[in-house]
């Protein structure tokens, strides 16, 4: 079973390739970001809740996301493998899915780092505020958006890189190439 983590700034491209991987790969898809902003569309309990913290552009709390991703991995035990995106954010997230994934008998097989500068990563949200309508895409969201990853969730990639399975891909380039470079570091484990 194949089980990658995508990881790295917002805005570093994780949601466009993890399309490409999850369809080359044949995984099963859990975005945290993507099921929260469908339950904040659907206007649910934990949409409403969470709503206002992003809008913020703060982050939904440890036991909100543990909830969905649980229920997600449980009922895809028979899948290819999982790619998560958007989890862990914290190392306490990161310890969690460690427990999930151990009390069913699985392990992470990689942690993609998408790397791209800061001023690049602000010039691509901001565009996609443009077209996305997406709320958190203004440079005020942007900026604490940073800090939240710096003070947060940064610390995750040590903790990976402990268990020697973080791998940094350059994010910059045309999408096409950095999906190679991807596909090549995963046919390579």
Known sequence: MLNIIIFGPPGAGKGTQSEFIKDRYNLTYISTGQILREEMAAETEIGLKVKEIISSGGLASDEIVLSIIENRVTNNLNSNGF???????????????????????????????????????????????????????????????????????????????????????????????????????????
């Open 83 to 189: 790619l998560f995106d958007g989890f862990p954010r914290t190392v306490r997230q990161a310890e969690m899915l460690d427990k999930l994934f151990s009390d069913n008998k699985l392990s992470i097989s990689t942690v993609l780092s998408l790397e791209v500068p800061e001023d690049i990563l602000v010039e691509r949200m901001l565009e996609r505020g443009k077209t996305s309508g997406r709320a958190d895409d203004n440079i005020d969201s942007i900026r604490h958006r940073f800090v939240e990853y710096d003070n947060k969730t940064k610390p995750v990639l040590d903790f990976y890189q402990d268990k020697n399975i973080l791998k940094p891909i350059n994010g910059v380039g045309s999408i096409e190439d950095i999906f190679n470079n991807i596909c090549n570091t995963i046919d390579s484990i």
